[in-house]
């Protein structure tokens, strides 16, 4: 068997599964969803949203990039925020980051000359570098400096977030969502906060709308 067909037949069996166990199951799913969380998550494979919070189809609103980034002129990421917090209107925004990201270690060295496009989607992670070069080079070792900027990456998203019109109108109009900044570790499964901005949180004013309901 072909790695793909297995996934497949696993799909197959899992469907089959479900369907056993709750027979309304995919009619009920298949009414609409009402998640409660937007998720924006890294793309690596070992920090699958849904997995390692237990949650169910329908739960979780997920959006997943290379070491992942809040980026303002990325349509992709936005308009997933803007559907998510005014249309399937989410209570709270996860931005979750986790230590051994392959995006970020890659942003703390020389540029690939082979990966031009991905040299650009990391170049804003080197910018958090930078803001915070003092901060990260007083660390003792290569490790401990990437697992700052992991951190510190997280807590740049979030405060990316915001600044777009999307969040601060939302928080004008509705007082949602909370946004919430997570670091996951692979080493042993744990989640950790790292910094939440509830609706009103102050915003350096250079980032303020003048009217953000206009
Ligand atoms: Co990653």
């Known amino acids: 068997m072909k790695p793909f067909e297995k996934l497949l037949l696993e799909n197959k069996a899992w469907a089959e ?11 009920h799913l298949e009414q609409g969803q009402q998640p409660e969380f937007l998720w ?21 609103f997920v959006h997943r990039n290379i070491a992942n980034q809040v980026i303002t002129t990325d349509f992709n990421c936005l308009s997933v925020v803007q559907y998510a917090v005014d249309v399937l209107k989410v209570s709270h925004v996860i931005v979750c ?42 660390l003792p070792s290569r490790e401990r400096q990437a697992d700052r900027l992991v951190e510190l990456n997280v807590i740049e998203q979030v405060q990316r977030l915001s600044h777009t019109s999307i969040i601060q109108k939302a928080w004008k109009r509705d007082q ?12 042993d499964g744990v989640l950790q906060q790292l910094i939440t901005l509830p609706p009103g949180s102050m915003i350096n004013s250079i980032y303020q709308y003048e009217d953000p309901s206009d």
């Open 97 to 138: 980051g986790h230590y051994n990201c392959g995006g970020v270690h890659a942003a703390l060295a020389k540029q690939r000359p082979d990966l031009v496009l991905t040299n650009k989607w990391l170049m804003h992670i080197k910018d958090v570098y930078r803001l915070h070069q003092d901060e990260i080079e007083e």
């Open 17 to 27: 599964e479900k369907k056993l166990k709750e027979p309304e199951y995919f009619e």
């Open 40 to 60: 924006i998550g890294c793309a690596d494979s070992r920090v699958p949203a849904e997995i390692i919070v237990n949650a169910q189809p329908g739960e979780i």
């Open 176 to 187: 949602r969502p909370v946004l919430h900044g997570w670091v996951y570790a692979l080493g």
